[in-house]
């Protein structure tokens, strides 16, 4: 729900643009933080989500660690005050050149999803004269129930070590002396919604780590990823994910031994409902059965609608009128280029402003300039910083 000062101010900003409130930020990340401390819990903020400056900012501030899938975001995260020691770098397809840069920074763990990394690690790692700490990134085959687009803990994902490898696994790491195995990592996929999913995680992540136990591997790190989802019908009533039965499920379900701590990986459910696509209307044009609200924000602003079909709550912000229903379009030439179909609004006009909600995650860090276009600005409630 937006104010009439912030939607007037709204009227002032060229559009399209990115707008995020800092204020709900900041209550997520205490919210996040107080219910992850119950349990001695470590946080680590998924970069992939949202890697705005201001955003980095804040959530750093706040003594998050980092999860990285990119030698650039390691940087970012560097650059925006996060500690190397409590970077994680994960991902399946890293360059020599980002294990590199990981290596010279010392970050807490680089991740690793197959054999030939590790090998790869430890050569590079032996050529600096250093250790590698690492994790194994394991796939414990638990459908996580969202979009296939999304899914990472299956057999058939690209990603991670599967279990009939583990001894082999083990067998290797005996001849690689450059590596120091720190820990488990296991991420099963993204918008994740059924609690239930995770309690099937914490069952497999105890028979994986009680296997590498039983084979004298004690990692100290057993690292759970992140995937939980947010409400992106009902922004406004649920801003703030239900981070105390989340962690609680960890608590009443998980059993770490000895001195082993649990990690986790937020991203969309830190950032996901602080964000708004702000959108003007560019043209009304009716079809044979549809009208459509033309919009001058496109799919290269915000690809998740025509990426993953997913929703997201469209607001007229500027009319009050009697309701329509709109096809709500962007200016690309795709036929995919579709924010919404059959969005009820109010009667909309040339001129008016739509705000596309829940973008904080996904939104601006996937954007492109497809067809040329500007990427669009980000505005922001109470700026960190200047």
Known sequence: MFKEETI????????????????????????????????????????????????????????YGADCVSGNEIKAALTNGFNPGRIMFSGVGKSDDEITLALQLRIQS????????????????GAMGLTADISLRIIPNVDARTHRYI????????FGILPWDFDEVLEKLKTL????????????????????VFKSLCHRVNDINGWFMTNQVFPEIINVGGGLGIDYRDPDRNGIPDFSSYFRIFSDFIELQGN????????RALVGQCGSLITKVLFVKKGISTRFAIVDAGMNDLIRPALYQSYHRIENLTSGEKPEKYDVVGPICESSDCFGKAVTLPLTNRGDLLAIRSVGAYGQTMASRYNLRDLAKAFYSSPTRS
């Not at 900003?13 to 401390?37: G, H, N, R, V, W």
């Not at 680089?110 to 790692?125: F, K, P």
């Not at 002396?177 to 239930?196: C, E, M, V, Y």
């Not at 082993?260 to 991203?267: A, D, I, K, R, V």
């Open 260 to 267: 082993q701590q649990l990690h986790f990986e937020p991203g």
């Open 110 to 125: 680089i991740n690793v999803e197959s054999r030939q990394e590790m090998e790869v690690i430890n050569a590079l790692a």
């Open 177 to 196: 002396g450059n590596l120091r195995l720190k820990g488990l990592h296991f991420h099963i996929g993204s918008q994740i919604t059924d609690l239930d």
């Open 151 to 158: 899914t990472t803990g299956l057999e058939e994902n690209k």
């Open 8 to 63: 007037s101010l709204f009227r002032t900003i060229p559009t399209p643009f990115y707008y995020y409130d800092m204020e709900l930020l900041a209550a997520t990340l205490s919210e996040c933080s107080k219910e992850a401390e119950k349990y001695g819990y470590l946080l680590h903020y998924a970069l992939k989500a949202n890697s705005n400056p201001e955003i980095l900012a804040m959530i750093s501030s706040t003594g």
